[in-house]
């Protein structure tokens, strides 16, 4: 296979080879930055890079290679290598760990890994095993033959600076680390290439740039066009834009057939599916999977349709359906236009999803601009650029408990669970009632609400893919009036997204949606039904309505009693876990005095049934203070509903339970503070929990333990925390609150 390099390809291949035998030459291990923008083929130069490397060896020195990639990307980088090198006839060959010989690395030959495999805890590759086949071993064999180990980090800036892969490198102990991204983490010295972005497109390898709905601002509100829903309205213009394109390539003798991509979010138990809805839109339009015009990418095994030689130019497919599972490794430079829809929250692009409508078919521009643009069409309110964080990456980050620790052998308590009751049934509705009349949710609904629109984006622009950014450049809006349709919808995901901890199933999110159509008189009434949405969904009124769900559903979990806990004692004294692990949707923190270090907090709008919840404004007040407090030697953020993290036993309406206080704070003076912070309706609903905090630290102050707290809250510029062992609060009447004065 002989290939013509772009001439800023030709460079890089060139200046890396160079930089890699000065880097031979120096002592120590050494790391190689290799920067180059999504769609420029970085990975056809690492290949032949490490090609010219092995060819032009005068020295004598030999090598063997492992190549480490996110997910199943290093499935593909193993193809397009192999499939590179092979018609070449070179020596360098390409394994999996089950194909090495005599278990080690052979000379020019490459091992290609994925972090997941290699972080997995237990795993083959790292565990010890009879055969003593583990990746250490294999590594010390491979150096023992006197070879030089080149590791090869595609994709570096999502994994090489985890605390695990940072280990695992430091274990391979390679001469030269070459960390391939587009934006990878620059930290330290280091020698590295660099491809800029103008050489990529002055060439005509990628799109000049990305546009977003273009000409939204310009779209009348007529009496057809509001009858239509947001997500048909970009499908309609995508597909217009796709005929558009097919004209103009056409026009300039290219039998490039343009593709449109529509991206569906995942299935959510109790919504709609999208998928469904989307292929019945397109059949209005004759795309249809039968004629051969839609192609449809799903995880499902018989969801995968029309796919065969899809990426060809010429291939007959316009539309293909596809989820989140593509934007890695998939590679198709006919497509031009990107649809994504809105889950009824503002949301990022994936920089890999991008990436697919990045390339040129071709791989030049052309005469006619138009072709030379990538078309975003979205339903989205607002968006920007961000890393893809798939699900399935196993990579973590971790907290270690500081060395300054000392044992606090605190008594904790856990849950033995006969029965858990996981959904609503009828017996939610009254007890949503009950709770509107506590919370006095009739004097808190505005009926004069705010018009529910979406909001479209009009005529957005990205330049660079590979700048990650909050938002992007656009026009304005354009604001339509949510139809009875997409009211519904997003009805029913307001539900969804406040149903937790109960099972997001569709009888439960009916349940929700039957309460409020009551609490409004409504229940039979379906004509009122989409005007009672609007006033839900109306920001003014939204925090109200979440308010009374989560208290019905406090209620309903003492009334009901179906999920019968036994809260027994933890067999050993607790004390701070000394490692926690973090998934990518936590963020580090700059926390002094946090226990943990570094200290991750849960990233807003993520799941929240994790052991770990996002840091509500109260918490990260708190945290604030306790960070200046003098007295304050460490604290703790404590973990929910898991023997591993604390908690105190309570009694509600006769049931014992386990209460998980939120923050533990070790002072100076060796006194030892246990609080949970609450505020508004949360504190007055706490009297339960507080009078068993209370009775555990006078019991454990009787044993010798030097223990204080209480529920606290933010007093005006103070902070006060009820001790009592008869709790009440009277947001007027704080008399007995203590003061909280950590200095």
Request: aromatic share 10%; glycine share 6%.
């Amino acid at each position: 296979m002989w290939i013509e390099f772009k001439n800023y390809q030709e460079k890089a291949i060139v200046k890396l080879k160079q930089e890699v035998n000065d880097l031979l030459d120096a002592e120590g291990n050494k790391i190689c930055i290799f920067k180059s923008p999504t769609g420029s083929g970085k990975t056809l130069m690492i290949a032949e890079f490490l090609k010219r490397l092995i060819d032009s060896r005068i020295d004598g020195k030999k090598f063997s290679f492992i190549w480490i990639a996110v997910n199943k990307l290093h499935d593909q980088s193993r193809n397009s290598l192999k499939k590179y090198y092979d018609p070449l006839g070179i020596g360098l060959k390409c394994s999996y760990f089950e194909d090495l010989d005599d278990r080690k690395i052979g000379e020019n030959e490459i091992l290609f890994l994925n972090w997941a495999s290699i972080n997995k805890k237990g795993n083959i590759y790292v565990r010890e095993n009879e055969r003593d086949n583990n990746l250490s071993n294999i590594v010390a064999r491979t150096k023992d033959e006197g070879r030089i180990i080149i590791l090869v980090i595609d994709e570096s800036h999502r994994n090489a600076e985890t605390d695990k892969s940072k280990e695992l490198i430091e274990d391979i102990g390679p001469k030269i680390t070459i960390e391939v991204s587009a934006t990878p983490q620059l930290k330290g010295v280091f020698r590295g290439v660099e491809v800029e972005l103008k050489d990529v497109k002055d060439e005509g390898m990628i799109k000049k740039e990305i546009v977003i709905n273009p000409g939204f601002e310009n779209f009348k509100l007529d009496k057809k066009l509001a009858d239509k829903t947001a997500d048909e309205i970009v499908v309609e213009a995508g597909l217009k834009k796709r005929a558009e394109l097919a004209k103009l390539y056409e026009a300039a003798g290219s039998n490039v057939n343009p593709l449109m991509l529509i991206q569906i979010p995942d299935n959510r138990k109790g919504l709609i599916d999208k998928k469904d809805t989307v292929v019945q839109l397109l059949g209005k339009y004759g795309i249809t999977t039968e004629n051969g015009r839609l192609a449809i990418y799903l995880s499902d095994k018989d969801s995968k349709i029309n796919l065969e030689n899809i990426e060809k130019n010429e291939n007959e497919v316009e539309v293909m359906i596809f989820k989140q599972a593509i934007a890695v490794g998939w590679d198709c430079p006919r497509a031009a236009i990107l649809v994504l829809f809105r889950e009824w929250k503002s949301m990022i692009f994936s920089i890999q999803t991008i990436g697919r409508i990045m390339r040129m078919p071709e791989h030049y521009h052309y005469k006619n601009s138009e072709l030379n643009l990538g078309y975003v069409y979205t339903s989205l309110s607002d968006i920007g650029i961000a890393e893809d964080i798939a699900k399935e990456y196993i990579t973590v980050f971790e907290g270690k408990r500081r060395e300054d620790y000392k044992n606090i052998d605190l008594t904790s308590y856990h849950s033995k669970r006969f029965r858990e009751e996981t959904r609503l049934s009828s017996d939610f509705v009254p007890i949503f009632f009950k709770a509107a009349d506590e919370l006095k949710l009739k004097d808190k609904i505005s009926l004069k609400h705010s018009i529910v629109d979406t909001k479209l984006i009009a005529s957005g622009k990205i330049y660079d893919v590979d700048k990650q950014t909050k938002s992007i450049e656009k026009k304005g809006t354009l604001d339509i009036p949510k139809n009875e349709v997409e009211l519904q919808m997003a009805f029913d995901y307001f539900a969804r997204e406040n149903l937790a901890p109960f099972h997001p199933e569709l009888r439960s999110i009916k349940r929700i949606n039957d309460s409020i159509y009551g609490f409004f008189g409504a229940s039979r009434d379906e004509d009122r039904w989409p005007e009672i949405q609007a006033i839900v969904l109306a920001e003014e009124n939204r925090q109200a309505v979440i308010d009374t769900i989560n208290r019905a559903k406090e209620l309903y979990q003492e009334v009901v009693g179906k999920g019968k806990h036994e809260v027994i004692q933890n067999d050993e004294p607790w004390n701070v876990p000394e490692i926690i692990n973090y998934n990518l949707t936590f963020v580090k923190k700059d926390y002094k005095r946090s226990i943990i270090q570094p200290y991750y907090a849960k990233t807003k709008g993520t799941d929240n049934l994790s052991l770990f919840e996002e840091d509500s404004d109260i918490e990260v007040s708190f945290i604030e203070y306790l960070e200046k407090a003098k007295q304050v030697k460490w604290w703790f953020k404590n973990g929910k509903q898991d023997g591993s993290y604390f908690a105190v036993p309570y009694f509600e309406n006769g049931q014992e339970k386990p209460f998980y206080i939120d923050f533990i704070v070790m002072l100076n003076d060796g006194r030892l503070g246990l609080f949970d912070t609450k505020g508004g309706i949360y504190a007055k609903t706490a009297k339960e929990r507080a009078e068993g905090l209370a009775e555990y630290i006078a019991a454990e102050n009787k044993s010798g333990k030097k223990l204080f707290g209480g529920i606290v809250l933010k007093d005006k510029n103070s902070w006060r925390y009820n001790d009592s062992k008869k709790y009440s609060y009277n947001p007027n009447d704080l008399k007995d609150w203590r003061f909280l004065d950590l200095g």
